[in-house]
């Protein structure tokens, strides 16, 4: 089996737009974390991941909360949570645990996931309604539904909540499990100014990712009802995500949810700037941006995504393909305002050659 290769090192300099997960720990978040008091988290003995978790718990509406390394392993332990071998996950087409977990639903849970047609990673009630299997010897059982908020393949979108309420309903009314994916739930919260727990109020579970746009190293964490989260304890054991002294990362996020969350408002205008900078450019059609996330598509430049992302690299200035003339640019803590227009000036720059060879 191959793989391509990853580039082994970001050139210096590099303004990247790659993803929110690729800020560097800030020095108060680090000097944070080098004062964490800290214990056995496996036994529940680090003070600072009780704290975070106690905090998340609350933050999220849920009575309990576990740290987990990762939000993969938030994902793949609720799955595993919810789920019997031979159920059946429905969610939106694009969703992470579906396309970017490796097959984890599968491979670990022996789940099926059914896609669903979406808009911009959003599904309706009636979506889900269509998309469970009537109870029968022949067909799988229909166990999960999972939406992302906000959904990042959609285009960093985020659902209405009443949307979302109704999607939980509906699903609650059928007797599913509802799972919250909430990689960039609080720039969920900071775009629409609704309250973390209204968001998640539908759900089972529900996890915050604190590695993407609030900016620390290591760290997810999961949340539900002290029973569920009791079930997630087992699966964290046996897949080996349990911490010793963790109050080191946790730390970290305690810093993130004071320090770095609010400002993510600044993430929301550099992204309306970039897509309004876009929107000049010949041959580019963009999304409007909700949040940082910012999608557009590169076919009128007569490119393909890789080879406009090649070409902007060049120019010092990294974004990721998505599609094959699709690209996309994350605005995080470590891109300025100045670094949006020098992005816009290295796409100019790109274009007019690409123009000038065509
Ligand atoms: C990044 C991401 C994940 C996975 O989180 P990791 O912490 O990178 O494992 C899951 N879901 C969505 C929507 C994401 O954007």
């Known amino acids: 089996m191959s793989f391509a290769p990853l580039p082994s090192a970001v050139p210096p300099g590099l303004i990247n737009l ?8 800030t020095p108060g978040l680090r000097a944070a974390m080098a004062r964490a008091e800290v214990g056995d988290e496996q036994r529940g003995e680090d003070p600072s991941v009780n704290a975070l978790c106690e905090r998340m718990a609350d933050l999220l509406g849920k009575e309990a909360a576990m740290f987990l390394p990762s939000g993969t392993m938030c994902n793949e332990i609720a799955v595993l949570v919810h789920c019997r071998p031979g159920d059946e996950v429905i969610g939106a087409a694009d969703c992470h645990i579906l396309v970017a977990e490796g097959g984890a639903p599968a ?3 022996s789940v099926l996931v059914t896609p669903l047609r979406s808009l911009r990673g959003q599904f309706s009630p009636a979506d889900v309604e269509a998309a469970i299997r009537p109870t029968s010897r022949y067909a799988p059982t229909t166990r999960l539904v999972a939406a992302e908020q906000t959904a990042n393949l959609g285009g960093g ?18 007797g599913l499990a509802t799972h919250l994916d909430g990689a960039r739930l609080m720039n969920a919260v900071v775009a629409s100014g609704i309250a973390a727990r209204e968001h998640a109020k539908g759900f089972d579970t529900v ?5 993407k746009g609030l900016g620390a190293p290591v760290g997810a964490v999961l949340a539900g009802s002290r029973a569920l989260i009791g079930e997630a304890w087992r699966w964290k054991q046996r897949l080996g995500g349990a911490f010793r002294q963790g109050g080191i990362c946790a730390a970290g ?10 400002r993510l408002v600044e993430d929301h205008a550099n ?5 309004a900078g876009l ?4 041959g580019i059609a963009v999304d409007a941006p909700e949040t940082n996330l910012v999608f557009f598509d590169v076919s009128g430049t007569g490119m393909t995504a890789e080879e406009f992302c090649h070409a902007l690299e060049a120019e010092g200035v990294r974004m990721g393909a998505m599609g094959p003339t699709r690209v996309r640019a994350c605005t995080h803590l ?8 020098a992005a816009l000036d290295a796409t100019e720059r790109v274009l007019a050659r690409a123009c000038k060879a065509a």
Not at 18 to 25: E, F, I, L, R, V
Not at 334 to 341: E, G, H, N
């Open 18 to 25: 790659y993803s929110d997960t690729q800020t560097k720990p």
């Open 157 to 174: 979108t985020v659902w209405p909540v009443a949307q979302l309420n109704a999607v939980a309903e509906t699903a609650k009314r059928h």
């Open 107 to 109: 491979a670990l849970a």
């Open 207 to 211: 996890w915050v990712d604190f590695t």
């Open 279 to 282: 929107a000049q450019l010949p």
């Open 271 to 275: 992204a309306r700037a970039l897509a």
């Open 334 to 341: 470590d891109i300025s305002a100045a670094d949006i227009q």
């Open 253 to 262: 996020c305690l810093y993130a949810l004071d320090h770095h969350v609010e």
